[in-house]
Structures are given as structure tokens and as C-alpha cells.
């Protein structure tokens, strides 16, 4: 990947990192990141499942599932397979997995397999058809994945299309105004433009990942424009999940969102 010498500042979970500019390559940024989670991902950034939506968001809290028994379930982004353990645990009829990763997918195999479950997992790009069945699921969800697609408006068709009508998608990330803030002199600083959706690459110890932090509009706009209606649009961090932590990315999470999650439903 061709990157340039503009150097920057990103939010890469709670803490400020040091990012380079980076052209916008879809096979490259493919290359980079399922590298990135073939190898040393879920030590740099751990794993983000269910019941949590990522930081200070919870579906004990939010309920925005309901009764899952019975349901087919696609999670894009399935990772290591704990979000998947969560819904089958649940009694759900089907459980379906995707991941860019190889890696990813053995290890969500052997969680699973561990745990009496099984699922059917397929190694693809989100953004890309990968003969996932059509008008089939009730749900498809992703749990701090969906951001990692090079390709946001065609990751919404795709998902769309695995939809039965009325199905319902439900996704997180981080929240766009924290990855523009960090903490400064007991000050919250705005250290990123909010309108700079450009790609950046970081380097965490060996391992390198390439992303872009795109506004919350373009999520919402690109969710209307594949035909969804958005039923529910969570900003707001647990008040009881930050009290029993005395980080500074909770004190951050009292003053701006963190994370927000959108459930939607396919028209």
C-alpha cells in the first residue's frame, strides 16, 4: 500500500495512537487486515462479543434481540465465536458465521465444537458475494466488525440481501465523535477532523491494521439507501458498567459516547 508521510492521530480502543495515511487500496487493505487477525489481532485489541456491543453497551441492557429461539443468525465479523456461543446459548435454530480471517474462523470452529455447537462459517471480505443464502435470515448481525469494510453502502446490499423480509440487522462500532477525542491535560481535545473519512494505517507493537472512521450520517445514509428503517440507534454508555470502572476511557464514557449500535429492519 502506497502511503504518504501525513501523519495523524486516531482512537484505537481507549487510547490515542499514532497513525499514517494511507491510499485507498481494497485488495491491500484486505491483505493488511486479515494478516492483522491471522496472527496477532485479538492480543492487540482482544474480542469484542455478546452480551457486550463493544465499550460501556450492553444487551442485557439495550434488549434489542428479544426472544432469539427458533431464529436463524448470521454475525459478520463472527471473530472467535463468542458472539455466536451467546446466540446458540439462546436456543437460535441456525447459527451462520463470516470473518475475513482464517484464523478467526478455526477459532470460532473450536469454541463451538468445544461447547456442543456447530455453525456454518465461511473466509470472505463482508463486501463480497460469498454464496451466503438469499432472503433467508430473521437476523444478521455484527458485533465492532462492520467498520472494517472497504466498502460500507456494498456490505449493507449484501446484508440486505441475506435478509427475509422484516429481518432485522443490529450492528456496533465505535462511535465517530470518540475516535476524533482524546484525553489532554484533564481536558478532552479534539485531535481528528470528524469529516475525515480518509484511510490510515497504525502499527501496534508488530502488527499493522488499515481503517477509515467514517461519519455517523454516512452509516445512516447508507442503511436507507439499501432499504432498511432504522428502528433504534443506541449513543448512550451504561451508567452502571462505568461505575465499576475507574479507567480513563470510563471518565471519557461519563462526557461523550463511546460505541453506538443500530438496529435496523429490512422494508
Not at 9 to 22: D, F, L, Q
Not at 128 to 152: H, M, Q
Not at 240 to 260: C, H, R
Request: one cysteine or more; hydrophobic letters at 35%; charged letters at 25%.
Amino acid at each position: 500500500m502506497d502511503k504518504s508521510s501525513v501523519h495523524r492521530t486516531n482512537m484505537i480502543g481507549g487510547g490515542e495512537v499514532g497513525a499514517i495515511s494511507a491510499e485507498m487500496d481494497t485488495f491491500s487493505i484486505h491483505e493488511t487486515n486479515s494478516l492483522f487477525w491471522d496472527t496477532k489481532g485479538n492480543d492487540v485489541l482482544g474480542a469484542t462479543a455478546l452480551p457486550f456491543y463493544g465499550a460501556f453497551v450492553s444487551e442485557e441492557k439495550c434488549q434489542l434481540f428479544g426472544d432469539v429461539s427458533g431464529k436463524k443468525m448470521l454475525e459478520i465479523g463472527c471473530g472467535s465465536g463468542q458472539s455466536l456461543k451467546y446466540m446458540g446459548e439462546r436456543e437460535a435454530s441456525e447459527l451462520w458465521g463470516m470473518d475475513l480471517s482464517e484464523n478467526q474462523i478455526e477459532k470460532t470452529k473450536q469454541l463451538l465444537t468445544s461447547c456442543g455447537l456447530s455453525a456454518k462459517l465461511v473466509c470472505s471480505p463482508m463486501e463480497r458475494e460469498c454464496g451466503l443464502p438469499k432472503n433467508y435470515f430473521d437476523f444478521v448481525y455484527s458485533i465492532y466488525a462492520v467498520g472494517w469494510t472497504t466498502d460500507l453502502e456494498g456490505t449493507f446490499r449484501q446484508i440486505a440481501s441475506y435478509l427475509k423480509k422484516d429481518g432485522v440487522f443490529i450492528f456496533s462500532w465505535s462511535h465517530p465523535i470518540h475516535k476524533c477525542v482524546a484525553p489532554e491535560n484533564d481536558k478532552l481535545v479534539f485531535k481528528k477532523c470528524y469529516f475525515d473519512e480518509s484511510w490510515y494505517s497504525v502499527t501496534l507493537g508488530e502488527s499493522t491494521l488499515t481503517l477509515s472512521d467514517r461519519k455517523l450520517s454516512t452509516y445512516v445514509n447508507a442503511l436507507a439507501k439499501e432499504g432498511f428503517v432504522i428502528e433504534q440507534m443506541i449513543e448512550d454508555s451504561d451508567d452502571e458498567i462505568i461505575q465499576s470502572n475507574k479507567s480513563d476511557f470510563a471518565k471519557k464514557a461519563k462526557i461523550l459516547p463511546v460505541t453506538f449500535v443500530i438496529k435496523a429492519r429490512k422494508l
